[in-house]
C-alpha cells in the first residue's frame, strides 16, 4: 500500500514560480513511475510530467515544456514538479499518481495510485 501527498501547492503571480513536492510513503516499490497531473475547473485532466524514478527518464507535456522540471530526491521517496513562468492558464488542481509497472507516461489512465491534489492558482 502507497500513500501520496502533495504540498506546495499556492496562490502566485504571473511569471512566478512554484515548486509542487509528493511524498510517498509505504511500499514504494510501486512508485517506479511517478506522474504530476492537473484538473483545470470544467476541463478534463491532462498530463503533465513524468518520471521513471529507476532510470531517470522524464517526460513533459508540450504545454510546459521549458518551464516545468519533474526531478525526484530518492532517499526522500520525493518527486518534485518545478514550475517557472506560471501562466494563469496553469491554474489547477495538481496531483501526483504512481505507478509500479508500465511506461513514463502522461496517460492518466496508466496509473493506480493517486493523491489528493493541491491547488495552484495564478493570476
Known amino acids: 500500500h502507497v500513500q501520496l501527498v502533495e504540498s506546495g501547492g499556492g496562490s502566485v503571480q504571473a511569471g512566478g514560480s512554484l515548486r509542487l513536492s509528493c511524498s510517498a510513503s509505504g511500499h514504494t516499490d510501486a512508485t517506479n513511475f511517478m506522474g504530476w497531473f492537473r484538473r483545470a475547473p470544467g476541463k478534463e485532466r491532462e498530463g503533465v510530467a513524468a518520471?521513471?524514478?529507476?532510470?531517470?527518464?522524464?517526460w513533459h507535456a508540450r504545454s510546459v515544456k521549458g518551464r516545468f522540471t519533474i526531478s525526484q530526491d530518492n532517499a526522500k521517496n520525493t518527486v518534485y514538479l518545478q514550475m517557472d513562468s506560471l501562466k494563469p492558464e496553469d491554474t489547477a488542481v495538481y496531483t501526483c499518481?504512481?505507478?509500479?509497472?508500465?511506461?513514463?507516461?502522461?496517460?492518466?489512465?496508466?496509473?493506480?495510485?493517486w493523491g489528493l491534489g493541491t491547488q495552484v492558482t495564478v493570476s
Open positions: 499518481a504512481a505507478e509500479p509497472w508500465g511506461a513514463t507516461t502522461l496517460k492518466p489512465g496508466a496509473y493506480t495510485i
Open positions: 518520471l521513471w524514478t529507476r532510470g531517470g527518464h522524464a
